[in-house]
């Protein structure tokens, strides 16, 4: 059975950080590509970065420089720091991986990015 969970979230003024973290159970963590989703209210989720097995990674341009993807294969744990929130950054963000052409997420944890 197949579990993410995320953790991390939280109300950042304009400009914080924060680190999300993603466990993983019920799979081979480290052969599978890991991806981190947003949505914010009244817009469809949007892909956020993704982290290939190799490591290699991918970023949405709004956040290219400010964001960064890592993961952990010991344990099991992909994690998102985020640096110079803005408000736009607003969002729940989901954990997320595919497996057999099926998307696995997590409940989601809140980002809220506000003065």
């Known amino acids: 059975q197949v579990q993410l969970v995320e953790s991390g979230g939280g109300l950042v003024q304009p400009g914080g950080s924060l680190r999300l973290s993603c466990a993983a159970s019920?799979?081979?963590?480290?052969?599978?590509?890991m991806g981190w989703y947003r949505q914010a209210p009244g817009k469809q989720r949007e892909l956020v970065a993704r982290?290939?097995?190799?490591?290699?990674?991918i970023y949405a341009d709004s956040v290219k420089g400010r964001f960064t993807i890592s993961r952990d294969n010991a344990k099991n744990t992909v994690y998102l720091q985020m640096n110079s929130l803005k408000p736009d950054d607003t969002a729940v963000y989901y954990c997320?991986?595919?497996?057999?052409?099926?998307?696995?997420w997590g409940q989601g944890t809140q980002v809220t990015v506000s003065s």
């Open positions: 982290i290939r097995s190799s490591g290699l990674t």
């Open positions: 019920g799979i081979i963590f480290s052969i599978y590509h």
């Open positions: 997320n991986v595919v497996l057999d052409s099926y998307n696995y």
